[in-house]
């Protein structure tokens, strides 16, 4: 089983819809939970963090975290075509130091 | 503030041959990381330098692949000798001196090594 679980996709929306990407995770003491971008060959960059159950607004990006359900997304509000990119989970454990453990990414595209 | 940065961005050598990779983390960070993507998987962790020593490096595929950080600024990986299952892209990553459940890590652009 993978630490980490998302749908590859493609995951196509229309401009200025909502983009929900999803994350499960297997390991229950997980405690730190992150949204990276990636654009095709550039650096993953921080999207946002969220470490408690619940809901986490920045701009146009919302967190949820369900801790009892092993669940994180990342919705994106009025989507852009800027979106477009690859969107990573990560999550670091209770008992495995700093180390980040990655799902495979979901591609969105988001159409014009 | 500059990110992290890494280099070269790509490298194509044959199997057999050294290859050294470096990593220049941001400025202050103790905390630097190594991971490797390798095609059609997850990005996977390599391992972790607080300023210059290793606090784990249980990532580490074998002992071909050597990493290190003197004086605690950047750091290097070397592949020796590179097989053709060491092909994928690496990435480093560094983040501050906070407590581990907040830590953040930013990431370079990754190098693309490929093993002929």
């Known amino acids: 089983q993978k630490e980490v679980e998302q749908n590859s996709g493609p995951l196509s929306v229309p401009e200025g819809a909502i983009a929900s990407l999803n994350c499960t995770y297997s390991?229950?003491?997980?405690?730190?939970f992150f949204w990276y971008r990636q654009y095709s060959g550039k650096s993953p960059e921080l999207i946002m963090s969220?470490?408690?159950?619940g809901d986490k607004e920045d701009g146009r990006f919302t967190a949820q975290l369900n801790k009892a359900s092993q669940y994180v997304s990342l919705l994106i509000r009025d989507s852009q075509p800027s979106d477009s990119a690859t969107y990573l989970c990560?999550?670091?454990?209770?008992?495995?130091?700093?180390?980040?453990?990655f799902g495979t990414g979901t591609s969105l595209t988001v159409i014009p | 503030e500059a990110g992290v940065t890494q280099f070269p961005s790509h490298s194509v050598i044959e199997k057999g041959q050294t290859v050294t990779l470096r990593c220049d983390p941001i400025?202050?960070?103790?905390?630097l990381y190594w991971y490797r993507r390798v095609m059609g998987k997850e990005i996977k962790f390599l391992l972790h330098?607080?300023?210059?020593?290793?606090?784990?490096e249980s990532g580490m595929p074998n002992n071909r692949f050597l990493a290190e950080r003197t004086g605690g600024t950047y750091s290097t990986l070397k592949v020796q000798p590179a097989e053709l299952e060491d092909s994928g892209v690496y990435f480093c990553?560094?983040?501050?001196?906070?407590?581990?459940?907040?830590?953040?890590?930013?990431f370079g652009p990754g190098t693309r090594l490929t093993v002929l």
């Open positions: 990553a560094s983040s501050r001196p906070m407590g581990a459940r907040t830590d953040t890590q930013y």
């Open positions: 969220i470490y408690s159950n």
């Open positions: 400025s202050g960070h103790d905390n």
């Open positions: 390991d229950r003491g997980s405690q730190s």
């Open positions: 330098f607080v300023k210059e020593s290793k606090q784990d």
């Open positions: 990560a999550v670091r454990r209770w008992n495995t130091g700093n180390q980040f453990y």
